[in-house]
């Protein structure tokens, strides 16, 4: 931590950090508090305000006074543009100090965060803030006898309870489409990594978004989350988290009828004919599993490919993941930054030895690293296994930098194995035959099959996951702002 930014200092400076509520900075009133740690260095880096019930109360309670009375669900739909692009250009001035927030909290390398989710994050607020400009509010219905139109009208208050590998890209993703719809937001920061969206409230109070539109509540998973899911307050709840958490939070809203956008884990694969350079697609996927210490739902885990190029495939990949460079998230040269947590880097080691007792072999050993002049830090060496697709690594999301290696000779055998996964968010097909690649991606079950490339995000395409993946509809695609719209049909009978 030498090169602190003197504005992060001063950030971090006035501790514990307070929570936002109704436009005010504002202190647990149990007095209690958490901390967060730099996983890069397994040390402090700042104590938060852990809010429970009574500050969610108070939060959900600031977001419906600003939602009747702010006048934000009512002005007139670009004039709300006009301060979401203010906010967008408020993130892009202060991206240097966003992503070294960001990285000293989750442990990234700075450069991915500065490249990828500080800008990715402004440019949903751009997006959604000109597509709701777009958007037509009343749309006549042409139904004889009647005088019919629907009426596009913001919900209320919508809950957000976030994961702790993008904090500061989720909050853009998620919360974007709900503001631009003129709806008012409580969100509860993952108690890993609150910090860059502390610092989002802070733009957003600047950019002049009226006090009480957008709250921050800190605080732990079953407290502060639990309570903000249970909230009868609430109209629409999204959550982006585990699937264990998600049938929690889809309980808690399914009991006050508050409908849930659900974001959840994912086991994706890649599928990799024998027509492909076989250095670059080991190349990419050795890119795409160590991205964030491979902590990103989305990415490919399971590498099934085509039994000719095989040795070639693992050939490359091993080495090319051997290569990467682990390090703290702030140098230059880092490829691979620590894991948020010792917690996760348990997680990810106890998996690579249950899988390896359940017979899976260790084509790349993985385990810990050592990070000289950060030895405390919570960093870990990339895996390769390979075995049998029963096996516990080839089934369950990991969250770590390790894949699974499988063989395959036959195109429909390939897809029922993809489609085996109860998990349903992304997976990649591998291929120069382009008709080949696109009807294997049409028949893999996913919210997302992306061709020659795994990875891939673009405002305006959705990105979304089914079955244990999630459910309710996903980010990023024009659809999410009219989740965020109800309509009302106004009907008169025609004399
Ligand atoms: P998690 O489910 O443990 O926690 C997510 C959030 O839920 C945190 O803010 C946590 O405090 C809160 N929470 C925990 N227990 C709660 C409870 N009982 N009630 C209410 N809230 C509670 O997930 P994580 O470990 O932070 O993140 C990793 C998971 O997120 C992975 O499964 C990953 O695949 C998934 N994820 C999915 C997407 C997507 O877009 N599909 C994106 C990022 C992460």
């Known amino acids: 931590m030498n090169d602190v930014l003197p504005a992060v200092k001063t950030f971090l400076a006035s501790q514990p950090l307070k929570m936002f509520i109704g436009g005010r900075w504002t202190e647990a009133r149990s007095g209690k508090t958490f901390a967060t740690l730099d996983p890069g260095e397994g040390s402090l880096l700042a104590?938060?305000?852990?809010?429970?019930?009574?500050?969610?109360?108070?939060?959900?309670?600031?977001a419906q006074e600003a939602f009747q009375k702010s006048g934000w669900a009512t002005m007139p739909?670009?004039?709300?543009?006009?301060?979401?692009?203010?906010?967008?250009?408020?993130i892009d001035k202060h991206a240097e100090i966003i992503s070294q927030i960001e990285s000293l909290d989750v442990g990234k390398p700075r450069s991915q965060a500065a490249a990828f989710d500080v800008p990715h994050s402004a440019q949903s607020f751009r997006y959604y803030a000109d597509l709701a400009v777009h958007t037509r509010r009343r749309e006549p219905i042409a139904v004889s006898g009647f005088d019919a139109r629907t009426v596009r009208l913001p919900y209320g208050v919508c809950g957000f309870i976030f994961p702790w590998n993008f904090p500061f890209l989720l909050v853009g993703w998620g919360v974007a489409p709900a503001l631009a719809a003129g709806n008012t937001v409580v969100i509860k920061p993952a108690e890993d990594t609150p910090l860059s969206t502390l610092y989002f409230a802070k733009l957003a109070e600047e950019a002049g978004v009226p006090a009480g539109v957008v709250n921050v509540v800190t605080g732990l998973g079953e407290t502060a989350g639990g309570a903000l899911s249970r909230h009868p307050g609430l109209k629409r709840m999204s959550f982006t988290g585990s699937p264990e958490v998600g049938r929690l939070i889809a309980e808690a809203c399914g009991r006050n009828l508050v409908p849930a956008k659900l974001e959840l884990g994912g086991k994706g694969a890649a599928v990799i004919f024998d027509d492909v350079n076989i250095t670059a697609v080991a190349d990419a996927l050795a890119a795409a599993v160590?991205?964030?210490?491979?902590?990103?739902?989305c990415t490919a885990t399971r590498w099934l490919v085509h039994e000719k190029v095989r040795d070639e495939f693992i050939q490359r990949a091993t080495a090319t993941m051997s290569g990467l460079k682990i390090g703290y998230g702030a140098m230059a040269d880092t490829n691979i930054g620590?894991?948020?947590s010792e917690k996760q880097r348990a997680r990810v080691l106890g998996y690579l030895d249950k899988g390896v007792k359940a017979g899976a072999k260790l084509l790349l050993a993985g385990g810990r690293a050592e990070v000289k002049g950060h030895e405390h830090g919570f960093y870990l060496k990339p895996a390769l296994l390979t075995g049998d697709p029963g096996n516990i690594c080839a089934r369950d999301e990991i969250f770590g930098p390790v894949a699974y290696v499988m063989t395959f000779k036959d195109e429909d055998k390939v897809i029922e194995l993809v489609n085996s996964s109860p998990y349903g968010l992304a997976n990649s097909v591998w291929s120069n035959d382009l008709d080949r690649a696109n009807r294997v991606a049409e028949k893999l079950v996913a919210g997302n099959s992306w061709i020659n490339a795994h990875n891939l995000f673009a405002h305006g395409i959705p990105y979304a996951g089914?079955?244990?993946?999630?459910?309710?509809g996903g980010v990023l695609g024009p659809e999410t702002l009219a989740d965020y719209l109800r309509n009302q049909s106004v009907v008169r009978v025609l004399a």
């Open 290 to 297: 160590t991205l964030n210490a491979g902590q990103v739902c």
């Open 466 to 472: 089914c079955n244990l993946s999630g459910c309710g």
């Open 77 to 90: 739909v670009n004039d709300r543009a006009v301060i979401l692009h203010r906010l967008a250009d408020l």
């Open 338 to 340: 620590p894991v948020v």
């Open 47 to 62: 104590n938060v305000f852990a809010g429970d019930a009574v500050e969610v109360d108070a939060a959900v309670t600031a």
